[in-house]
Each structure stands twice: as C-alpha cells, then as structure tokens.
C-alpha cells in the first residue's frame, strides 16, 4: 500500500495534484454557479431581455402613443400618453363601432405640423422597439363598418347611421360655432358616406371642427380633385383599441364607453 492512500488531503494525480472528491467537485459547481456571470455580461444579457420584452409586448399586447393634436377632445387632449390593446384581435374579435381607435396613415391624412418624428437615431430605434411613443399614426372613433352607410344630418343636426340618429352628447366636443352640425370639416352639413366597403371602417375624431377624418377624404358634389374611397380605412391598418390613458396622471384609467350605437342596426 502506497503513502498516497494514506495522505489526509486524499489521492493524488500524476502531477502530484490532489484529486478532488465527488463532494468536493459538486461544492466547487456550487460556487461558480453561485458567482455567476460578470457584472458587464450580466447587464448586457439583461438588456437584451428588456428589448426582446419590449419587442414581443408592442408586436403583440400593447403599444405606446401620445395624442399629437386636438381632433379627440375632450376624451382625448393634446399630448395625451395612451396604451392601445392589441388582444382583443387574437381570436377573430373585429373593429366595432364607437371604439377609438389607432391606425396608420393611410396615406395623406397627415399633415405638417400633426406628428413629431424621434429627433435623433437612438429616439427613433426605442420607439421602433417600443419604449417610447410611436408617430406616424392617428386616433378616431369608429362611425362606422362594413356595410354601414352613414348621414349628416337629421332635423336635429345629428348624424345617422344605418336609419338610426345617435345621441353623441357623452363623448362630442359641442361647437357649433364651427361645424353647424354634429357632422365635420366638410364645409357643410349635408352629405352622405357608404356603404362601407368591406375589410374597412369610417372614423370621425370626436372633435368635429378640428379634426382631419374620414369626412375630409370623401367626394362631396362637384368635387373632381379627389380620390372615391380614400375616406374609408383599411382594417388592416388599425393597430388596436385605446385601452389606457397613462397621463397625465391626474386622468388616468381607461375610456368611458359609449351607448351612443346600441340602437344601431346591422347593414341589411
């Protein structure tokens, strides 16, 4: 029997190193594991799980925009921060009317002055992963859709969708002043849109005098420098229903709903 069998420190190697026991082997794994990794890679993997969060929330939950005009109010006001949802289009859940909604531009529905663009290239690529507001999109309520026809005005100076005038008190901006009617920027207060074409919505902002909407894109009579059907926006533009208003804090919480449709009936 050799003396290495009875070394306190246990067997050794060819080298004359001591040969770890299994315990000792396990205990070491231990420390390292606990040690982890250093503190550079560690924010760095941390990061990264930040955008990858970030990227899957915008792509598939929520999305972050700010109000960038007056066209909503008073639900709605000028800089205005909102989260827009996005699950309630999982599975097969559609557009309805009197839900504010955001969407892309279409294309020529906004004008100069309307949206601010990221000021520099590190603004822009946080709004493009979504931690900061995004532009390029606008807010309207939905009038109507698909297969809706809709009319300015009643006797009343209401609007009337499918044969049904709606009481829009809860939730229009009342100024007559400019608008005449409970219709928009169209000059004037008799006109007729739809029926709404399929896969597509008509949109109004909820402050009719101010607001560029779906009203401002339609072919009114004798009118030649327009394009039939620019009023009306794809569905598959609209990125989701408001859900949140984040600020300021002292509004914060989610849109009232309206009733203002439920009497309207489906397009025959």
């Not at 289009?89 to 839900?99: A, L, P, S």
């Not at 219709?183 to 006109?191: D, F, K, L, V």
Request: glycine fraction near 12%; charged fraction near 25%; include cysteine.
């Amino acid at each position: 029997m050799s003396s290495d069998d009875h070394d306190p420190a246990g067997p050794k190697n060819e080298a004359g190193g001591v040969v770890p026991s299994p315990a000792q082997r396990v205990a070491a794994a231990r420390d390292k594991s606990r040690r982890g990794l250093p503190v550079w890679q560690e924010s760095l993997l941390l990061l990264g799980l930040a955008v990858v969060l970030a990227v899957l929330l915008k792509s598939f939950v929520v999305q972050a925009f700010y109000i960038p005009s007056e066209s909503m109010e008073p639900g709605l006001v000028e800089d205005d921060r909102i989260l827009v949802e996005k699950w309630s289009g999982w599975f097969g859940g559609e557009v309805e009317r009197g839900d504010v909604v955001v969407f892309e531009d279409p294309g020529g529905w906004l004008t100069r002055g309307e949206v601010d663009e990221p000021s520099n290239p590190v603004s822009g690529a946080l709004a493009a992963i979504g931690l900061l507001p995004d532009t390029g999109f606008l807010v309207k309520r939905v009038v109507g859709v698909e297969g809706d026809t809709i009319v300015c005005c009643d006797a009343k100076k209401r609007l009337v969708v499918n044969g049904v005038a709606l009481d829009e008190d809860d939730y229009v901006l009342e100024d007559r002043r400019v608008r005449g009617c409970r219709g928009p920027m169209t000059g004037n207060c008799a006109w007729r849109a739809g029926p709404v074409p399929e896969g597509s919505v008509f949109v109004m902002g909820d402050n009719r005098g101010r607001s560029a909407d779906s009203t401002v894109h339609m072919c009114l009579e004798d009118e030649t420098e327009c394009v039939p059907g620019d009023e009306y926006v794809p569905t598959d533009l609209v990125v989701g229903k408001v859900w949140l208003l984040l600020w300021p804090t002292d509004r914060f919480g989610g849109l009232e709903a309206t009733d203002a449709f439920d009497d309207v009936p489906d397009a025959s």
